[in-house]
Nanobody
């Protein structure tokens, strides 16, 4: 049984940092593309960043230069380091996994999803 568990969310002031974790079980993160998505209240879920199998990291323009994806294969965990946070980064953050995505930035096609972790950035 595949399970993705996000952690590390919380309340932070604008300009601060948070590091989210996505701990996987039932799959090996090195064999999957792991994406990070976020959903703000009243908005659609959107792509933030991903560790793409066979390629490396990829980030949306809105977070490029501020968010960094990394992974620890031994821990079977993928991380999202978020720096210079802005109030507009407030959302529930989800990690998702797929073996071969057609489009890394699309929610469609991701097979497995975590339950999400809340990130709130105050101004």
């Amino acid at each position: 049984q595949v399970r993705l568990v996000e952690s590390g969310g919380g309340l932070v002031q604008a300009g601060g940092s948070l590091k989210l974790s996505c701990a996987a079980s039932g799959l090996t993160v090195s064999s999957y593309t792991i994406g990070w998505f976020r959903q703000a209240p009243g908005k659609e879920r959107e792509f933030a960043a991903a560790f793409v199998r066979g390629y490396g990291t990829y980030a949306a323009d809105s977070v490029k230069g501020r968010f960094t994806v990394s992974r620890d294969i031994a821990e079977n965990t993928v991380y999202l380091q978020m720096n210079s946070l802005k109030p507009e980064d407030t959302a529930v953050y989800y990690c998702a996994a797929v073996s071969s995505p057609l489009r890394v930035s699309s929610t469609e096609g991701y097979t497995y999803w975590g339950q999400g972790t809340q990130v709130t950035v105050s101004s």
